[in-house]
């Protein structure tokens, strides 16, 4: 059973810094797409950043402020987000995904239950 458990979110005053981790399991992801999500209340789903064989792409909106990591070594998977310089428009909850890729399509197959990320403005 394929699982992805989020941890790390929490409150961080504007201009701190948090780092989500991801934890994959049930099934080797070496050549999958993984990433993070975020959604805001009353706004749709945004794709944050992904990684897929260490090339890693971001929003603009968070371009330069997250990092995104992941290590899926044999029977390790993780997918990270290290973020920096919060800004109160950073509050959402944060969902890690894992997807295949077809060409220039990424299939989301796989989510986890999502972590909060607040940032009082």
């Known amino acids: 059973q394929v699982q992805l458990v989020e941890s790390g979110g929490g409150l961080v005053q504007a201009g701190g810094s948090l780092r989500l981790s991801c934890a994959a399991s049930?099934?080797?992801?070496?050549?999958?797409?993984l990433g993070w999500f975020r959604q805001a209340a009353g706004s749709e789903r945004e794709l944050v950043a992904t990684i897929k064989r260490g090339v890693a792409r971001y929003a603009d909106s968070v371009k330069d402020r997250f990092t995104i990591s992941s290590n899926t070594a044999r029977n390790r998977n993780m997918v990270d987000l290290q973020m920096n310089s919060l800004k109160p428009e950073d509050t959402a909850v944060y969902y890690c995904?894992?997807?295949?890729?077809?060409?220039?399509?990424?299939?989301?197959?796989?989510w986890g239950q999502g972590t909060q990320v607040t940032v009082p403005s």
């Open positions: 049930g099934r080797a992801f070496s050549t999958y797409s």
């Open positions: 995904y894992a997807g295949t890729v077809a060409g220039d399509i990424v299939i989301y197959e796989y």
